[in-house]
């Protein structure tokens, strides 16, 4: 999928997902840079951030204190249900999640990634744990992101790696 969408459209979780598989599928560092820049053009504001950091497996939270211990019980078995997942949709729910303190903080955690991981699919799932136990494994390294967002923007690598630190 190339071109524009309208800006009122969020991205949806699951085009991350499908992107993820195509640069797990190539070696090549050109196609992978390309592939990840196609998608950024289609992102605007808050989502281009939230891409390039679900890419490099860095949730903008940092570490909530989410394990597989807490996951498990949480994995819905049927289909996906409700409204398509957007990106900006994953940051409000992790938000929620590391916010979450005190009594019952436990099960509220529980009931909020539970609602978050109905809401996509297995592939969906899958990528959500991943990123969420720190285990992302596309080969789109921060420096193919980097490189990536300048062949989206149109600058300079150097430039958009100095804007980065």
């Known amino acids: 999928m190339t071109g524009r969408r309208a800006i009122l459209d969020p991205m ?39 891409l390039a950091l679900y890419l490099t497996g860095t949730l903008p939270q940092g570490r909530i204190g989410v394990g597989w211990k807490t996951l498990e019980p949480a994995m819905p ?22 916010a979450e303190t005190g009594p019952g903080s436990a099960e509220r955690r529980l009931r909020s990634l539970r609602a ?18 720190g285990e992302v494994r596309q080969g789109a390294l921060e420096g193919l992101v980097i490189d990536a967002i300048a062949l989206a923007s149109g600058l300079a690598p150097a430039e958009v790696l100095a804007a980065a630190i």
């Open 77 to 98: 078995s049927g289909p996906a249900v409700g409204a398509p997942l957007t990106l900006e949709r994953v940051d409000e729910a992790l938000s929620s999640v590391a």
């Open 12 to 50: 949806e979780w699951a085009r991350l997902v499908v992107l993820v598989g195509r640069v797990r599928a190539t070696s090549k560092k050109g196609e992978k840079v390309a592939l990840i820049a196609d998608l950024l053009r289609q992102t605007r504001g808050r989502e281009t951030a939230l």
């Open 116 to 133: 978050l991981l109905e809401s996509t699919d297995e592939a969906g799932r899958r990528l959500l744990v991943e990123l969420l136990l």
